[in-house]
T-cell receptor, first 112, second 111 residues
């Protein structure tokens, strides 16, 4: 089962920062937070992941609270092509591999 | 990241027939691959973990005799939907690697 909760939808003006929150209050100490996005009828695209420190790459920044119970994905300058469903996932390390259990995600709409 | 290719991207089949979906890892040797299903306007649901050279591990509620998984090599896993019915119509997606690089998905429509 998914261990994350996200708002179902958000809007953001083009060119502004998009801040997508995620709650994962039951996260374990060795579990990572991953973010993916899915544009309609395509496979999910990896964005970023982190354990406890804030992370930044060419796509986004990930801010994880000190207690690790929540995180925020930041798209610094949203474009129309960033319109997608964004999934926050806690990575479960299992004996058969590293399964990913998706929650319902946040549908982000970037408005011109 | 790993490049993952699924084939076919779309398939329409008649009710009662079987359909095979391929997932190929083009630049990464994968001992484990994952299969997901996604219904319209819903999230991805993990169906099973495909293990190279051994039996797949299925999630609770997924019929292993209905969804046959074969992982015969380090670069190929196949999902066969047997005796397909309209309720099996869905978007099927595979992933590879510890960072879960996903294929582009297969849209199955059973008529």
């Amino acid at each position: 089962d998914a261990k994350t909760t996200q708002p179902p939808s958000m809007d953001c003006a083009e060119g502004r920062a998009a801040n997508l929150p995620c709650n994962h209050s039951t996260i374990s100490g060795n579990e990572y937070v991953y973010w993916y996005r899915q544009i309609h009828s395509q496979g999910p695209q990896y964005i970023i992941h982190g354990l406890k420190n804030n992370e930044t790459n060419e796509m986004a920044s990930l801010i994880i609270t000190e207690d690790r119970k929540s995180s925020t994905l930041i798209l610094p300058h949203a474009t129309l092509r960033d319109t997608a469903v964004y999934y926050c996932i806690v990575r479960v390390a299992g004996s058969a591999g590293n399964q990913f259990y998706f929650g319902t995600g946040t549908s982000l709409t970037v408005i011109p | 990241g790993a490049v993952v290719s699924q084939h076919p991207s779309r398939v329409i089949c008649k009710s009662g027939t079987s359909v095979k979906i391929e997932c190929r890892s083009l630049d990464f040797q994968a001992t484990t691959m994952f299969w997901y299903r996604q219904f319209p306007k819903k999230s991805l649901m993990l169906m099973a973990t495909s293990n190279e050279g051994s039996k797949a591990t299925y999630e609770q509620g997924v019929e292993k005799d209905k969804f046959l998984i074969n992982h015969a090599s380090l670069t190929l896993s196949t999902l066969t939907v047997t005796s397909a019915h309209p309720e099996d119509s869905s978007f099927y997606i595979c992933s590879v690697g510890t960072e879960a690089f996903f294929g582009q998905g297969t849209r199955l429509t059973v008529v």
